[in-house]
C-alpha cells in the first residue's frame, strides 16, 4: 500500500534561517506531489506542485522554493525564513491526470520565532 | 480562477442534530469536487468525492453530499451528528484544465465541534 512520509513534524526555526522539510512517498511511482500550506484561521494553500522528477510550479509567489531530486522525494526549503512563514505545510500525492483525490502527509507545524 | 467558498467557519451542534454544510465553487467547466476532513491531531483525510454520475454521493460515516450544478454548490450532509465528527471539514474543487496534475483548490475550512 502506498504510504506518505513527511517529517519533522514540529519545528521552531528562528527568522532569517534556513528551512527543509521533507517528504516522501513509498508504495508508487511517478506520483503528482504538492506542498500546501495552512495557516492559522485560514485555508489550504497550494503553494508548490510536481508532475515529475526537476518540474516545480509555484502557485504563488513567496519566500519559499521546492525541489524534486527523485521520484518520490519533495522538499521545500528557504533561505531566510520569515515571521510570515509559520504555519502547518502538508505534503501531499496523487496519481494520474484530471481529478484523482489527493493524499496527505501528517504534516509539519513550523513556528518562526 | 477557481475558487471554493466554505461561508460556515464554526459549526457548533449537539449530538443526534443534523449537519448541513456549504460549499459553492466558481469555475465554468466540468469539476470533481470533495470533502475532506481532518481529525484533531490526525492528517487530512478523503471523505467523499464526486465526479460525474449521481448528484448525490455518500461517503465513510454516513456522510453524503449533494452536487448541485445549477447552484454551483456542493453541500455536506449528516442526518445524525456524534461527537467523534468534531473535526475540520474541507471542501476542494479541481477541474480538467490543461495541466497534468490535478491541482486541487481548497476552501477555507469549517471547524465542526459537537456538544456530548
Known amino acids: 500500500s502506498q504510504t506518505i512520509h513527511q517529517w519533522p513534524a514540529t519545528l521552531v526555526q528562528p527568522v532569517g534561517s534556513p528551512l527543509s522539510l521533507e517528504c516522501t512517498v513509498e508504495?508508487?511511482?511517478?506520483?503528482?506531489l504538492y506542498w500546501y500550506r495552512q495557516a492559522a484561521g485560514r485555508g489550504l494553500q497550494l503553494l508548490f506542485y510536481?508532475?515529475?522528477?526537476?518540474?516545480i510550479s509555484s502557485e504563488v509567489p513567496q519566500n519559499l522554493s521546492a525541489s524534486r531530486p527523485q521520484d518520490r522525494q519533495f522538499i521545500l526549503s528557504s533561505k531566510k525564513l520569515l515571521l510570515s512563514d509559520s504555519g502547518f505545510y502538508l505534503c501531499?500525492?496523487?496519481?494520474?491526470?484530471?481529478?484523482?483525490?489527493?493524499?496527505f502527509g501528517d504534516g509539519t507545524r513550523l513556528s518562526i520565532l | 480562477a477557481q475558487s471554493v467558498s466554505q461561508h460556515n467557519h464554526h459549526v457548533i451542534l449537539s449530538e443526534a442534530a443534523s449537519l448541513e454544510l456549504g460549499c459553492n465553487y466558481s469555475?465554468?467547466?466540468?469539476?470533481?469536487l470533495f470533502w475532506y476532513v481532518q481529525y484533531p491531531g490526525q492528517h487530512l483525510q478523503l471523505l467523499l468525492k464526486?465526479?460525474?454520475?449521481?448528484?448525490l454521493v455518500k461517503g465513510i460515516k454516513g456522510f453524503e453530499a449533494e452536487f448541485i450544478k445549477s447552484k454551483f454548490s456542493f453541500n455536506l450532509r449528516k442526518p445524525s451528528v456524534q461527537w467523534s465528527d468534531t473535526a475540520e471539514y474541507f471542501c476542494a474543487v479541481n477541474g480538467p484544465g490543461g495541466s497534468s496534475a490535478s491541482k486541487i483548490i481548497f476552501g477555507s475550512g469549517t471547524r465542526l465541534s459537537i456538544r456530548p
Open positions: 501531499a500525492w496523487s496519481v494520474g491526470q484530471g481529478g484523482k483525490p489527493q493524499h
Open positions: 464526486y465526479f460525474s454520475g449521481d448528484p
Open positions: 469555475y465554468g467547466g466540468t469539476v470533481n
Open positions: 510536481s508532475v515529475g522528477i526537476g518540474q
Open positions: 508504495g508508487t511511482s511517478n506520483p503528482n
